[in-house]
C-alpha cells in the first residue's frame, strides 16, 4: 500500500517538473492565438475619478480612426507584449512615429521620433491643475503660473481632450487641425453633445443636426475628382427612409383628406381593373364603368358616402380610392350586344354598360399583403368571382386608413416629351406634377400612345460600377445592401428590372427579374475575397435580358421627369407608372417600341411572315437631326 503511494507522489512531480512556464517562445513559435476581440482598450475612467466615473470602460479599438495611427513605442524596443492585440502600429513608419517626449530639447543623434516646438505642444491639462506625475518627462508643455491663476480646487478628472481647451474662455495655441477628410462631419460630435467641445469651429464632428452631412458620393464634394467611383451602401439611400418613401410624391398621409367622418355609416367597395392605364383615364374624366350587378349594389346603398378601392388585374397592389359622387347610371353606347364567349366566369355577369361619377382623392400604390393585414376579413375582386366586391363597414375603414398611410405616387408617368394635344394640333408641354399636385394635375396616355409592355406591378433599379457590371451581367445577377432586403420585397418573377452604373451614370435596361429578392444567391459574388463567406451585396436577385439596347445617361430630361420623386438616387423601387415609362423611354429612344408595335399591328391584321421585333439593337439616333 504505502509503495502505490510513493508510487503516485513521484509521478505527480514527475509531471509537475514538466510543466513549462516559456511563454515567450510559445507566442514565437506558436503564435499568440486569435480572440473574438482582440482589440481591447480603456476608453475612459481617470486614475483620480471617483464613483461611477471610476469605472473603466473595455470597448473594441476595431472602428476608432486612430487604430495603429502612430507606431508603438515597445514594439521598437522589442518589448510590446500584445502582439496583435496592441493598438499601435507594429511597422517601422517614420511618418508614424509618436512624438519624442524631450520635444525640441532632444540630444539624441538620429533620434526616430517626431519634434515638434515647444509652442506646438499641448498644454498638460494636469500640470494647469497643480500636479503632473510624469513631471519634466511629460509629453505635454507644462507652463508655469503665478499661484493666483491656479485653481482653488484641482479637477484630475478632466480628460485628454481638455489640453486643447483654452483657461477662462481664452483658447490656447494648438497643432494645426489635420486636413478635413470624407468623413468631415458625418457624425454628431460627443463632446458638442455633453456640453462642450474644446476644439471649437475646427472640430471635425458635427455641432448639431444643421452641420451633420451624408457620406459624400460621387461627383460631391469631397469625392476625388477623376476617380472610379466606388459602389457602396451610402448610394442605396437611407434605410430609414428608402423602405418607406422610396417614391413618394408626398408625404405619407398627405394630400386631400378622407371624405368620410363616419365610415360606419358609409359603404365601401373594391373593383378590379383590367390596365392601370384605365385607372389613370378615370383619374382624369371622373368616371367608372362596371356591371349591371354591381350599379344596383351602388344604387341601393341608401344615400351613404360610397368610397371605392382601385386594384389592377394581378398587380397585388391597391392603386388609390375615389368617392361616388352619382348613381351608376345605363350607357347605351358602352352596352355589347354581342354574347361573350370568355371562358372568366365574371364577364357572363354583362357589360360594363353602367357608369357613375368619381372623385379621387388618393392615388398610391399600397401592396394587397399590407391591406390584408389592416383588414383581414378583406376579399379582393377576382375574374373568377367578381369584378367590384362589397366590404363591411370596419373593413372599409380600416382599408382606408392604410390607403392614406402609404406614400401618394402617380397613376401615368410621361415619356413623349409632350402631354396634351392642343387645337391646333401641337403637343404642349407641360411639368409634371409634383407633391400633393398629383391629385390635382391627374395625367392620362394619349389615345394613340403605345408603351412598352411590363407586367403589372413596381420595378426595381439596381446599381454597379465600371468594375462589378461585367460580373453582374455575367452572372446574370444583380446585388444590393442587406438593409434593402425589405424594399426588395417587391420584386418578384417578371419584374422589370434596369441597371445603374454610378461610374458612367448611365441606367441600362430592359431586364426580366427570374427570381424574388433572396440573401446570398451567390456568396461570393462582388467580394475581392475568394474565401468571402457572404456576399457585400447579399440581397440578390436572378435576371436575364427582356431588350437590350443603348443606355440613357442620367442628366436625360424625360428620365428625370419621370424619376422626380425618387428619393435617396436613382437605386431603388419604383413604380408602376415609372417602371412603364422607363422601360417606354428606353424602348422608344432606339427605335425598339415602333419595332413592337408594327409587329402588333401585323399580328391583329393576320399579315403573313411579319418579322419579329430583335431583342438586340444597334444605337441609332431617332428624331430630326
Request: hydrophobic fraction near 35%; aromatic fraction near 8%.
Amino acid at each position: 500500500m504505502l509503495a502505490e503511494v510513493g508510487k503516485t507522489v513521484l509521478e505527480q512531480t514527475n509531471t509537475l517538473d514538466m510543466v513549462e512556464y516559456d511563454f515567450e517562445n510559445y507566442a514565437l513559435t506558436q503564435g499568440i492565438p486569435e480572440t473574438l476581440d482582440p482589440l481591447p482598450y480603456r476608453k475612459s475612467g481617470s486614475v483620480f475619478a471617483t464613483g461611477d466615473e471610476a469605472e473603466p470602460q473595455l470597448t473594441s479599438a476595431k472602428h476608432d480612426p486612430r487604430l495603429r495611427t502612430v507606431v508603438c513605442r515597445h514594439w521598437l524596443r522589442d518589448l510590446c507584449m500584445k502582439g496583435a492585440a496592441c493598438e499601435f502600429l507594429h511597422q517601422y513608419d517614420l511618418t508614424k512615429m509618436p512624438l519624442c517626449r524631450h520635444g525640441d530639447r532632444c540630444k539624441v543623434k538620429d533620434c526616430p521620433f517626431r519634434h515638434i516646438s515647444e509652442a506646438d505642444r499641448l498644454e498638460c491639462v494636469f500640470y494647469s491643475q497643480g500636479f503632473c506625475i510624469h513631471g519634466p518627462f511629460c509629453r505635454y508643455r507644462h507652463v508655469r503660473r503665478d499661484r493666483v491663476d491656479l485653481p482653488v480646487v484641482a479637477d484630475f478628472t478632466l480628460g485628454l481632450s481638455q489640453m486643447q481647451a483654452g483657461k477662462d474662455g481664452v483658447t490656447a495655441v494648438r497643432r494645426p487641425a489635420p486636413k478635413p477628410n470624407e468623413f468631415f462631419k458625418v457624425s454628431l460630435c460627443k463632446h458638442f453633445q455633453s456640453g462642450e467641445c474644446p476644439f471649437g469651429d475646427g472640430c471635425h464632428f458635427a455641432h448639431g443636426e444643421s452641420e451633420l452631412r451624408k457620406f459624400p458620393k460621387p461627383g460631391q464634394e469631397g469625392a476625388e475628382p477623376g476617380g472610379e467611383k466606388e459602389l457602396s451602401e451610402n448610394m442605396f439611400g437611407n434605410q430609414e427612409t428608402t423602405t418607406v418613401d422610396y417614391y413618394q410624391g408626398g408625404v405619407a398621409g398627405g394630400g386631400k383628406p378622407s371624405p368620410i367622418l363616419e365610415p360606419e355609416n358609409a359603404s365601401f367597395f373594391i373593383v378590379r381593373a383590367a390596365t392601370y392605364r384605365d385607372c389613370s383615364i378615370s383619374t382624369v374624366r371622373g368616371e367608372w364603368f362596371v356591371q349591371r350587378k354591381h350599379a344596383e349594389a351602388i344604387n341601393n346603398s341608401g344615400g351613404r358616402q360610397i368610397m371605392v378601392f382601385f386594384t389592377v388585374g394581378d398587380s397585388h397592389y391597391i392603386q388609390g380610392a375615389a368617392l361616388v359622387t352619382s348613381t351608376a347610371a345605363y350607357v347605351r353606347s358602352a352596352d355589347h350586344k354581342h354574347v361573350s364567349k370568355s371562358k372568366v366566369s365574371a364577364d357572363g355577369e354583362g357589360s360594363f354598360c353602367y357608369r357613375f361619377q368619381c372623385e379621387w382623392y388618393r392615388t398610391c400604390e399600397l401592396p394587397i399583403a399590407t391591406a390584408l393585414e389592416a383588414a383581414p376579413d378583406l376579399l379582393l375582386p377576382t375574374s373568377d368571382t367578381k369584378y367590384c366586391q362589397d366590404m363591411t363597414s370596419k373593413t372599409g375603414e380600416a382599408v382606408m386608413k392604410a390607403v392614406w398611410n402609404s406614400p401618394l405616387c402617380t397613376l401615368y408617368e410621361s415619356w413623349t416629351g409632350g402631354d396634351d394635344d392642343e387645337a391646333d394640333g401641337t403637343s404642349a408641354r407641360k411639368p409634371p406634377p409634383v407633391g400633393e399636385a398629383i391629385l390635382t394635375d391627374f395625367r392620362c396616355p394619349l389615345p394613340n400612345e403605345v408603351a412598352w409592355p411590363t407586367i403589372p406591378g413596381p420595378g426595381f433599379i439596381f446599381g454597379c460600377n465600371s468594375q462589378t457590371m461585367d460580373e453582374c451581367l455575367g452572372r446574370g445577377l444583380f446585388g444590393m445592401p442587406a438593409h434593402m432586403k425589405i424594399t426588395a420585397s417587391g420584386i418578384r418573377p417578371g419584374s422589370s428590372i434596369f441597371l445603374y452604373n454610378v461610374s458612367e451614370k448611365l441606367i441600362f435596361g430592359i431586364f426580366e427579374s427570374l427570381t424574388t429578392a433572396q440573401m446570398n444567391l451567390e456568396p461570393k459574388a462582388f467580394s475581392k475575397n475568394p474565401k468571402a463567406q457572404t456576399s457585400p451585396f447579399p440581397v440578390q436577385i436572378r435576371v436575364r435580358i427582356s431588350l437590350e439596347c443603348p443606355p440613357i445617361h442620367d442628366d436625360d430630361p424625360a428620365l428625370n421627369d419621370i424619376l422626380r420623386a425618387r428619393v435617396g438616387g436613382r437605386i431603388g423601387p419604383l413604380t408602376f407608372a415609372q417602371t412603364e415609362a422607363l422601360a417606354s423611354l428606353i424602348g422608344n429612344q432606339c427605335g425598339a417600341l415602333s419595332y413592337m408595335t408594327d409587329y402588333r399591328q401585323g399580328i391583329e391584321t393576320g399579315a403573313m411572315n411579319v418579322p419579329a421585333p430583335p431583342i438586340a439593337l444597334p444605337p441609332r439616333k431617332i428624331g430630326p437631326s
